[in-house]
């Protein structure tokens, strides 16, 4: 029989139907990448992430060089923050709202913010699953500095770090990216989930997130890894098979303000958990996002900042967008059971 | 310049910016459907719902024949109503709650209600843009004969009504169906929307339907059609390309409640809606998702039962997921202009 469960953190429920379930094995499917066929090479030309396509982009908000290059020639990239050439939010002075309707009815604003890309690596066919391990903590590093950077910028509200991995997870361009969106406003559903949190702690005196780890790593059956930072989990109340959470064991509200080990320590876990998928699943599809406070100068002894990966394996459909329940084939117990027995080169 | 709107009904927000869109006939793609290939033959062969298969798919609940079928021979259904095989919930006397770890932290609930499949039409490769006028008032009678009877059943709190058409929408299964699920539950989104309209209601004496369909009559420029009983419009804060809702002119908190006139004339324009999309964009992959009020017993001046078409077009990525605004590349106004120039045989 199936089940319902809620996700104590916001109060969602998902139901767990293994009835209609695939083994986690059977997710798997066989994606060549990288082979450098014609196509490939067609693709490799027009990218606009590639070397020698810098000018396009526009100018560079940040440039990591490779080490040791740039003796008596051009410095080489290895990483660079650009801004997106179709932006959703653009630069601008402050926010304004317009309405439309008779009392106020409708309300617009303009889209003030800054959106852009962070192009990985030099290398068109690299992603986080093969690069080196010190490619993935400068993808880190560049995420805190702009970050950093960004929050402080007027009208900024709201900074959100996300990976697009393949056309079924929204992104087409192969070229390995991730996003930074900084927008003007806090969206109700943010807000909703740190009352929750906030409710949480003025009747047990602790953080959710920290309580969630503990029980997590007490129960054992849905942990994947860990580290001496992190431990990367199935949630309990998973929306979509091999959901995977990335927590801090250190309460820390702001992504922004992690230590230089945790930055080391959370390359070497995210490459491992996308390494498992890589392997276990033949490079799927996937969204990773960062979800952080966006209250910087509260302590927030509430909210505990973490990195989510949604493997993109169904379609969202009719019952999720009718209902707000996600339906999920496959328990979390056995994706983690499943992930942590593949083996990978760090783990 | 992009710019965010604001749902008034949920709070939500979304960003339109036309900078990174297409043109509404961009999203035209050529999808040849109904033709008898050797593959269609085969997909005939094994489809579970196709005439001569009933008894694959267990007991209907609820049959509907073919005028003056029967004479002499085996009725011919014209549609059937059957319980899904793979259910995401199964009937039950009652829900009960069982927790997990310490302080009863993860809660967890028997997975009991219902899920039903309406098999819409006998011919495989009929589709509502193409099915005669009758067939889809068969529908939504079955719709409203099944939400009477499910809603009056013990532990079902919520009935959502849903139609899942292609496989970006999440069906690979073309025989024409619709889904109903009757759950034990009322997830915090759906109260929080009726909480939202409450507060209106509480504000101004109106429901917030009702005015949204006066402002948007007044306006023009989002209206699509308009027959005696219904308004379809492409909403001030539509999230996605081509999102369309049907509201009815009267206010009615529920579905099930809707009368004679109302029923045939929903039938109308929903084939009419469909139709410009299957015309104008080439038969797009779509979820249509029937939202009612919950609290069946209630007057509710402040909710207003309506329809939902999320046309299929792109996919929720990183960005959405993680900070919960809709990013939409084209706008209301002009897929609205769209859908209105095109000719369908009953607009």
């Not at 702001?254 to 998928?277: C, N, P, Q, Y």
């Amino acid at each position: 029989m199936s089940e319902l469960r809620q996700n104590p953190i916001t109060k969602d429920w998902v139901i767990i139907a293994p009835e209609r379930s695939k083994r986690p094995d059977q997710f798997k499917h066989d994606k060549v990448q990288g082979k450098t066929t014609k196509q490939d090479m067609e693709e490799r030309v027009t990218c606009p992430f590639c070397p020698g396509k810098e000018e396009s982009c526009g100018e560079a908000v940040l440039t990591y060089y490779q080490e040791g290059s740039g003796k008596g020639g051009q410095p080489k990239w290895s990483l660079r923050v650009v801004p997106n050439k179709f932006p959703a939010l653009v630069e601008g002075k402050e926010t304004s709202r317009i309405t439309e309707g008779a009392g106020n009815f409708f309300i617009r604003m303009n889209g003030v913010g800054y959106h852009e890309v962070v192009i990985e690596h030099p290398e068109h066919f690299q992603t986080i699953a093969t690069m080196p391990l010190e490619a993935v903590e400068g993808i880190i590093s560049s995420y805190i500095e702009r970050y950093q950077v960004l929050i402080d910028r007027p009208s900024v509200e709201l900074i959100t770090i996300f990976r697009n991995n393949g056309p079924r997870a929204g992104t087409s361009l192969r070229h390995p990216h991730s996003q930074i969106i900084a927008s003007p406003i806090i969206p109700i559903q943010i807000r909703h989930v740190i009352e929750e949190a906030v409710r949480y702690f003025d009747t047990t005196g602790k953080c959710i997130y920290c309580n969630m780890i503990e029980q997590e790593k007490s129960l054992g059956k849905r942990i994947i890894s860990e580290t001496e930072h992190f431990v990367a989990l199935a949630p309990f109340f998973s929306r979509s098979p091999f959901e995977t959470w990335i927590l801090p064991n250190k309460h820390r509200a702001s992504f922004a303000k992690i230590s230089d080990m945790e930055k080391k320590d959370l390359a070497g876990v995210l490459t491992d958990i996308i390494s498992r998928l890589y392997k276990g699943l033949g490079d799927p599809d996937y969204n990773y996002m960062i979800y952080s406070t966006p209250y910087q100068e509260d302590p927030a002894d509430y909210y505990h900042w973490h990195l989510q990966i949604l493997p993109k394996l169904y379609e969202v459909a009719g019952f999720e967008l009718g209902s707000s329940i996600y339906l999920n084939t496959t328990s979390p117990e056995e994706t983690a059971r499943y992930l942590k027995e593949i083996k990978t080169d760090i783990s």
